[in-house]
């Protein structure tokens, strides 16, 4: 059995985390950070309004790595990112990096919010 190598295109996925870091397309980035096909941006956690609204354009969902482990969201930023239009996903960090990944190779028009572990 053959396994085709996952092709990104011209998008940077997420190549790896840790304590306080992640690494996006070979460049390390401190604390939390929204991602997307093309651009890390820092993010201020649930009470950041700001920034989920300046890509609403480019995603039709948002992944959000909860830390960790999953927890839920704050309803009132639920609330606001979906008034954007933008279905939003929480789940672990880690599964969100891997979600995020595995959707950007396939196209689709996904950023991940992401709380360090």
């Not at 979600?99 to 396939?106: Q, R, S, V």
Request: charge should be negative; charged fraction near 20%.
């Amino acid at each position: 059995m053959q396994i085709p190598a996952i092709s990104y295109s011209d998008a940077r996925p997420i190549d790896g985390y840790g304590p306080g870091f992640f690494r996006v397309g070979g460049e390390a980035h401190d604390g939390s950070i929204i991602v997307t096909a093309s651009s890390v941006l820092p993010w201020g956690g649930f009470d950041d309004s700001g920034t989920p609204a300046t890509i609403k354009d480019e995603i039709d969902v948002l992944l959000v790595g909860t830390g960790e482990y999953l927890t839920p969201l704050p309803a009132a930023f639920r609330d606001r990112v979906e008034a954007l239009g933008i279905g939003v996903e929480p789940m672990a960090t880690q599964s969100a990096c891997r979600t995020f990944n595995l959707l950007l190779a396939e196209g689709r028009r996904v950023a991940a919010a992401l709380l360090p572990i």
